[in-house]
């Protein structure tokens, strides 16, 4: 378990959001650190007033223009918001976008590649992954709760048997919101050295990572009984952007990547978006991207590694297939020491869903996902580790939950150093530095 002590060590790259996330997540446990104290958010109570409500709704809703206004190709653009609470769910999704987009460059080329055809970008789905343990309990619960408070619900269910995987996904009120894709790897089928990795690794799991008042203001948003706010908004993006346990140990993430890659993968990013998805059919009938082979063929042109297939027959009902993985730097622990380790992250993908003729003899878009395609994009973080910079700290780790991780986030904790301090290494290939 990482421990804090006095001299502190942070990512230098990202410090204010560790900053800003580091704070309200421990806000959010409860966390007995000087100058925090726990968050009780409000019921689902009147407000007393209708002045007040209307004044924060828009307060919230101008800051979701000034936002869109900064925007240069944001997936949810076209959706077109009837409420508050879809103004914040909104709002939400296009934060988890740009976490996502400042780590995943393969993004940035499609841009250009949707802009130079005046192409439209539409996200078909969102992917989330979970580990599902009884002590302590976690699973897909621990992501789709926070998206259920606000209105989505689950609409298929799929088994992954060779992977030992379970997944719902998710659909909005409202079909024009992306769906989400929410898996679960089942610790219980694993071997006992991966169940010991896992145990091991969450037993450090806050209970409170997404506490219940949370959630009840989430849904009182959702039925439009409470306005949103910001402080709401950060909470449950912090919810999915920071690490719910302790850094793991790099042993153990090793020792589960030996046996379920996927579970090595959430071991070290927790519940970050796994990846986003552009819909070809979005792009339009005028572009030269109307397909999903010759939008493969303009991203490779600019230099993206794509998958080697199309997962999906040709003239099927879907038809997906991906960038591959960008890797990067990752903090494990090594007993008492912090080492970097360059693990894959996410990738990008491509969803084609043509209309197709059903059993009753009418044209209909098939809106699920199929156990086959979906089973092959799963081993795109297979990857390998590759330990690209280590930080030969001195001193015991001491203190548990004070620790803001994920991609982008390499870890921020204090460490009780008996002489120096040290800075953080940026990328491979950096070296130690000490004053």
Same mark, same amino acid.
């Given at each position: 378990?990482?421990?804090?002590?006095?001299?502190?060590?942070?990512?230098?790259?990202?410090?204010?959001?560790?900053?800003?996330?580091?704070?309200?997540?421990?806000?959010?446990?409860?966390?007995?650190?000087?100058?925090?104290?726990?968050?009780?958010?409000?019921?689902?109570? $009147?407000?007393?007033?209708? +002045?007040?409500?209307?004044?924060?709704?828009? !307060?919230?809703? @101008?800051? *979701?223009?000034?936002? =869109? #206004?900064?925007?240069?190709?944001?997936?949810?653009?076209?959706?077109?918001?009837?409420?508050?609470?879809?103004?914040?769910?909104?709002?939400?999704?296009?934060?988890?976008?740009?976490?996502?987009?400042?780590?995943?460059?393969?993004?940035?080329?499609?841009?250009?590649?949707?802009?130079?055809?005046?192409?439209?970008?539409?996200?078909?789905?969102?992917?989330?992954?979970?580990?599902?343990?009884?002590?302590?309990?976690?699973?897909?619960?621990?992501?789709?709760?926070?998206?259920?408070?606000?209105?989505?619900?689950?609409?298929?269910?799929?088994?992954?048997?060779?992977?030992?995987?379970?997944?719902?996904?998710?659909?909005?009120?409202?079909?024009?919101? $992306?769906?989400?894709?929410? +898996?679960?790897?089942?610790?219980?089928?694993? !071997?006992?050295? @991966?169940? *010991?990795?896992?145990? =091991? #690794?969450?037993?450090?799991?806050?209970?409170?990572?997404?506490?219940?008042?949370?959630?009840?203001?989430?849904?009182?948003?959702?039925?439009?009984?409470?306005?949103?706010?910001?402080?709401?908004?950060?909470?449950?993006?912090?919810?999915?952007?920071?690490?719910?346990?302790?850094?793991?140990?790099?042993?153990?993430?090793?020792?589960?990547?030996?046996?379920?890659?996927?579970?090595?993968?959430?071991?070290?990013?927790?519940?970050?978006?796994?990846?986003?998805?552009?819909?070809?059919?979005?792009?339009?009938?005028?572009?030269?991207?109307?397909?999903?082979?010759?939008?493969?063929?303009?991203?490779?042109?600019?230099?993206?590694?794509?998958?080697?297939?199309?997962?999906?027959?040709?003239?099927?009902?879907?038809?997906?297939?991906?960038?591959?993985?960008?890797?990067?730097?990752?903090?494990?622990?090594?007993?008492?020491?912090?080492?970097?380790?360059?693990?894959?992250?996410?990738?990008?993908?491509?969803?084609?869903?043509?209309?197709?003729?059903?059993?009753?003899?009418?044209?209909?878009?098939?809106?699920?996902?199929?156990?086959?395609?979906?089973?092959?994009?799963?081993?795109?973080?297979?990857?390998?580790?590759?330990?690209?910079?280590?930080?030969?700290?001195?001193?015991?780790?001491?203190?548990?939950?004070?620790?803001?991780?994920?991609?982008?986030?390499?870890?921020?904790?204090?460490?009780?150093?008996?002489?120096?301090?040290?800075?953080?290494?940026?990328?491979?290939?950096?070296?130690?530095?000490?004053?």
């Amino acid at each position: 378990m990482l421990r804090s002590g006095t001299a502190a060590i942070r990512c230098t790259t990202c410090l204010p959001h560790v900053r800003q996330l580091t704070t309200l997540s421990s806000a959010i446990r409860g966390d007995r650190t000087p100058g925090f104290r726990q968050v009780k958010w409000p019921l689902a109570t $009147p407000l007393g007033g209708r +002045s007040r409500r209307t004044e924060g709704a828009a !307060s919230f809703r @101008s800051s *979701a223009v000034a936002a =869109s #206004s900064k925007a240069e190709c944001m997936p949810h653009s076209h959706i077109s918001a009837t409420k508050d609470s879809e103004v914040f769910t909104l709002r939400l999704l296009d934060r988890l976008w740009e976490k996502y987009r400042e780590r995943v460059s393969y993004v940035r080329t499609y841009e250009e590649v949707v802009k130079s055809q005046k192409a439209t970008f539409v996200n078909d789905h969102i992917a989330f992954r979970s580990i599902a343990l009884q002590e302590p309990s976690c699973g897909i619960a621990s992501v789709s709760r926070v998206f259920e408070a606000l209105g989505y619900r689950p609409a298929a269910t799929y088994t992954f048997e060779d992977k030992h995987l379970n997944a719902i996904h998710y659909e909005h009120p409202r079909p024009i919101f $992306p769906k989400l894709f929410i +898996s679960e790897l089942k610790a219980w089928e694993l !071997s006992e050295a @991966s169940q *010991a990795a896992i145990t =091991s #690794s969450l037993s450090s799991l806050n209970p409170l990572h997404v506490p219940q008042s949370l959630l009840s203001s989430l849904h009182a948003i959702g039925q439009n009984t409470l306005p949103p706010s910001e402080d709401a908004l950060e909470a449950a993006a912090a919810a999915i952007l920071t690490l719910p346990w302790d850094v793991p140990q790099e042993e153990a993430v090793k020792t589960l990547h030996q046996e379920s890659q996927y579970g090595a993968w959430v071991l070290v990013h927790g519940y970050n978006v796994n990846h986003f998805t552009a819909l070809i059919n979005s792009h339009g009938p005028t572009t030269t991207i109307q397909s999903i082979e010759s939008t493969v063929e303009a991203l490779q042109a600019e230099g993206v590694p794509m998958k080697s297939q199309i997962e999906g027959d040709t003239g099927g009902k879907l038809r997906q297939t991906a960038t591959q993985a960008v890797n990067m730097p990752i903090a494990m622990a090594r007993g008492n020491k912090v080492v970097e380790v360059d693990w894959p992250y996410a990738y990008f993908e491509l969803a084609q869903r043509d209309p197709y003729t059903d059993h009753d003899g009418q044209l209909t878009r098939f809106e699920g996902f199929l156990s086959a395609n979906a089973t092959h994009l799963f081993d795109i973080t297979q990857g390998g580790p590759e330990v690209k910079a280590r930080v030969p700290l001195a001193g015991q780790l001491e203190s548990s939950h004070s620790v803001a991780s994920g991609p982008g986030c390499h870890w921020q904790g204090n460490l009780k150093a008996p002489t120096g301090s040290f800075s953080w290494p940026q990328g491979p290939g950096a070296t130690e530095s000490a004053t």
